[in-house]
């Protein structure tokens, strides 16, 4: 009887399509490559409890009580100067804190999309990014990307086309470093010329950066798509969830004053302020100096996990895939011969005690069927090792 009652975005909601194999993570038989979120082992736990307590017991009328939509003034000041030592030239006035950066891309869904928009999202993108455009009925369009990133020709054709069509594209969303599922770098060369098109098409772009500090590699360049920006169009979005703990919501979105001010007033309607337990606790911790050697330990903790299971990956499927290197990031990405279809095999891994995310549901265009998505985050070294024999196994 509910039907008739559902908006019209209601009845385009999309529910996750991995969500099913993530629940495989918790099974203690299988060893899982499915899981998407951080290892518990790199959350800074000790030192949240102590300061939780402090701001619980001293400074109860922040901690506990409501606090200003943009997010905690001495946060947001943190928040800035992080950015600019990614690249993004930006003071505390630009940043809108967010419950995650997973609320930065429903709200700007909710303040840029009407039904029928055009969103031009990479192949393969973020589920949760595409879950918030399909959420205000946008339509979204598949742009290609190889081992630089986004292809420019690919971009330009499908801008193209959308527009000769007569639908306006309003965004295109894309993840420059360490994508969520590819596990890619972009090149810097490669992001100006993204800029270039989004200004020749006149789009605006969301950069969302969750991963630009899980770096492996001393020679990545991963100064942010917004530093070369100059007319305005990106929004940067970040997120304290990969270098502290996802269960602090706490993400954030720099973006133009007049923008900024909208999805200020989207926010005051979504939940008038994220937790001001949760940003007492960040701005704390960062405020004491304590977030660059966490993040150091981050690195370290998956540094060693990355090299193990790539080097598994050369033993066993050196001649019947491909992977990205996840210089960065907690993903690589494995492509297989054109006739493995990952989906229909996933319950034979499970069978033979593996997890994997098959990379199909990551292409908004239906493609990626011989794809799937391995995470080096989870399971201790020992049990990559032999999770990836039982994946070689699989597809024998
Ligand atoms: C690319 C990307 N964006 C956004 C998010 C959401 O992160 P959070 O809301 O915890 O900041 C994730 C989480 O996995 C992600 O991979």
Redesign the pocket.
Known sequence: MYEAFFSHDATNFRPSAIREFAKLINDPNIISFAG??PSPETFPAERIAEIAARVIRERRAVALQYGPTRGLPRLCEFIATLCRTRGVDCTADDVLTT?????A?DLIAHTLLDPGDVVLVELPT?I??SASFFARSAELEGVAQDDDGIVPESLREVATRVRAAGRRIKLLYT?PNF??PSGRLMTQQRRDQVLQIAAEHDFLVIE?D??GELVYVDDADTTAMKSRDREGRVLY?G???KVLA?GL?C?WIVAPPALLAKLEIAKQAADLCSAMLDQSIVDELCHAGELPPQIAKVRDFYRGKRGVLIAELERHFATRATWTPADGGLFTFVTLHDDVDTGALVADAVARGVAYIPGGPFFVDGSGRNTMRLTFAKEPDERIREGIARLASVFA
């Open positions: 998407g979120v419950t995650g950066s997973q609320q891309l973020y949760g990014g993840i994508q969520n969302d969750p991963y979005l997120s304290f969830s996802p919501r993400g």
